[in-house]
């Protein structure tokens, strides 16, 4: 059976409240209560993973190495700002697609440049929760 990782990054433990108006009122954990289901149907592992610190992440992706298929992340701020994260994944060469809930390139400036999609497979932006859904189907293929 695959296994996919799902990491979500800072701030992301605050869905729900944070900023409805850009976010919604769907909670991390109603996130990771669809994924489950998804995962079922699509008969994939799935590990979930949030943190607010970058060292943390870093850590998890590298653990990931050796232990899962793929993996889905939202790394939130740090998709602009962390060359760390970027490395980990492209060290670990495990097939990853990043994922945001709102469509950033229609946001501020500063979110428009991601540096960890140039080590990913894939970017979904804007989808809300059906963008974590589209990146578990296509790794459970």
């Not at 697609?97 to 991601?114: L, P």
């Amino acid at each position: 059976m695959k296994k996919i990782l799902i990491i979500n990054g800072p701030n992301l433990n605050m869905l729900g409240t944070r900023e409805p108006e850009v976010y919604g009122k769907t909670t991390l954990k109603d996130i990771e209560n669809e994924i489950k289901t998804s995962a079922e149907k699509n008969k994939v592992e799935v590990e979930f993973f949030q943190s607010n610190h970058e060292g943390d992440i870093v850590d998890k992706i590298c653990a990931a190495k050796n232990n899962f298929n793929a993996i889905i992340i939202n790394p939130a701020a740090y998709t602009h700002t962390s060359v760390a994260i970027r490395d980990a994944i492209a060290a670990v060469e495990i097939p990853t697609i990043e994922v945001h809930i709102s469509n950033v390139y229609s946001r501020e400036e500063f979110r428009h440049n991601s540096l960890i999609a140039p080590v990913c497979t894939g970017q979904i932006a804007g989808l809300g929760v059906q963008g974590y859904i589209l990146a578990l189907e296509y790794f459970s293929r």
